[in-house]
């Protein structure tokens, strides 16, 4: 089995692109965030001091790819809740807890072709990967994506307004970079054999092709 890793900061497309990616050459998604998250939503619902090798995580293979499970209970957006965003880069500096996700991740690495996006996928969790994609955009234009896709720079707000969400947008995911790039275990840094894009002026489409390109470029040695 083959990963193909995608690693980079908050908001710079790395679920959405990897996803499209994984279609598009028919191997599996799996966003590696997604368990960080599910483990978070799990600690806040069992109390800071629980342990977390309590919770019955699984990842199953749906129709709509790979499917997380967590005490029986399929999440949904609860997973990008404000409690859960304001707590996720926290849990994950936790060692018991990458060591959980990381072993998980390798599980599903052994039974399928992977597409797996995250922080630390090419540097700790597949060192191996068959190709290291580091996906950046500038924090204004990854803020403006996020609020896109929050659906808060509404229309009715005024120029000074969206200027102002933007700002503070793009202040909390620097601060959220900076948490995950500066911890001790796995901090978000580029693989030294990665292969860098920055997608500030590419849209989806464009960012998709740019890395369908690099996997051409890795399988046909171009
Ligand atoms: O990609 P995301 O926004 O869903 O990730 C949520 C959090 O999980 C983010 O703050 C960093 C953490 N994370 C991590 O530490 N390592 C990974 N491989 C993936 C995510």
Known sequence: MG???????AAAGKSSVARR???????THLS?????RAVTWWLLKHGAGADPGQMELHLNLGPGG???TVDGVRPG??????EVVAAVAETATSPAVRDLVGRHLREAGRKFNLVCDGRDIGTTVFPDAV???????DPRERARRRLI???T???GASPVERDQALRAQAAELEARDRRDSLRAISPLTRAEDAVEIDNSGLNLDESVAAVLEKIEDRFLGA
């Open 131 to 137: 190709l290291k994609v580091f996906l950046t955009a």
């Open 3 to 9: 990963v193909i890793a995608i690693d980079g900061p």
């Open 21 to 27: 990616v994984a279609a598009e050459i028919g191997w």
């Open 77 to 82: 957006p609860e997973l990008s809740s404000p």
């Open 153 to 155: 720079l509404g229309g």
């Open 66 to 68: 790979l499917e997380l």
């Open 149 to 151: 896709q929050a659906d």
């Open 32 to 36: 590696s965030g997604m368990l960080y």
